[in-house]
């Protein structure tokens, strides 16, 4: 679906918040300041106003808007449960038939550096199958947001093999034997040091090293959190402590693409996720 003028429905249409990020977004979109990351130019974009998150998704579903940002004041308890209630599940384009699993994704950026991070926001000790699906989710995403092919980390606290032996290696494992035989550059288990600092990469990947542990290991530009408490810490760590800017949460594998916002987020992170909204939509 390629969309020119981007139709977004608030249901917190008038929350403080919510309303600087779309006139801050209104007043980019109108200046030649080109966009990092996605895009050479600011998306146009629709902003609608609903009273309820019921609403919103009946909106949406609908076709009367594109996309929902929520979040600021809602649970994401209530936004999943809405969302349920009025989207069905996407199709899985490997398998043909509908997910079983949805996840959270979060875009994050600080200056030249981009990271996408699934899932925080959903599945709480993921199984070796719903992992594939999260997995299979965020690859979907990262081909039309990233720059690069991306290049998938199964992040852990131990990196391949130097944990021993744990139940939720044995998952990452399970998880990266059905990708085998794959056209996609996924590893693990890794720390999150040797997924993205080349130096620490190449010093722990190197005794263990395989073909596709050397493109990912210091070089990922994706995470692949092994739970919901490592996706929603590691995030927010990112945001809180790091300064990056993040785009979501934006909920994978329902037929409609929306997002679930943190109620910390800012002006900055509301904008920055309508124009990675605009992006998957494209």
Not at 100 to 126: I, N, W
């Amino acid at each position: 679906m390629i969309v020119l003028m981007l139709k977004i429905v608030f249901p917190e249409f008038n929350h403080p918040t919510i309303k600087e990020a779309i006139s801050t977004h209104y007043q980019l979109q109108h200046t030649n300041q080109p966009l990092q990351h996605l895009s050479n130019s600011w998306n146009a974009i629709e902003a609608l106003p609903a009273s309820d998150l019921a609403s919103a998704c009946k909106m949406v579903a609908s076709g009367i808007a594109d996309t929902m940002i929520t979040g600021i004041e809602h649970s994401t308890r209530d936004v999943i449960l809405s969302c349920r209630d009025h989207f069905s599940m996407a199709i899985n384009p490997e398998t043909q038939r509908p997910y079983k699993t949805f996840s959270g994704l979060v875009v994050m950026r600080r200056d030249s550096e981009l990271y996408l991070l699934s899932d925080m926001a959903a599945c709480k000790h993921p199984s070796a199958e719903q992992l594939h699906e999260i997995v299979e989710q965020t690859h979907s995403s990262a081909q039309k947001l990233l720059p690069a092919q991306p290049r998938i980390a199964m992040l852990s606290f131990s990196t391949l093999g130097s944990g021993g032996k744990d139940h939720t290696i044995d998952i990452i494992q399970e998880t990266l034997t059905t990708f085998a035989n794959r056209n996609i550059t996924i590893a693990g288990e890794m720390q999150l040091d040797a997924a993205v600092n080349p130096r620490i990469g190449l010093n722990k990947s190197q005794p263990l090293s395989n073909s596709k542990a050397d493109q990912v290991a210091g070089q990922a530009n994706v995470l692949i959190a092994p739970d919901l408490n490592s996706g929603n810490l590691i995030y927010k760590t990112f945001e809180q402590l790091a300064g990056f800017t993040v785009a979501g949460p934006i909920l994978q594998g329902f037929d409609h693409i929306i997002s679930d916002l943190s109620r910390g987020s800012t002006v900055a992170d509301i904008v920055w996720t309508i124009e990675v909204l605009a992006q998957l939509l494209k």
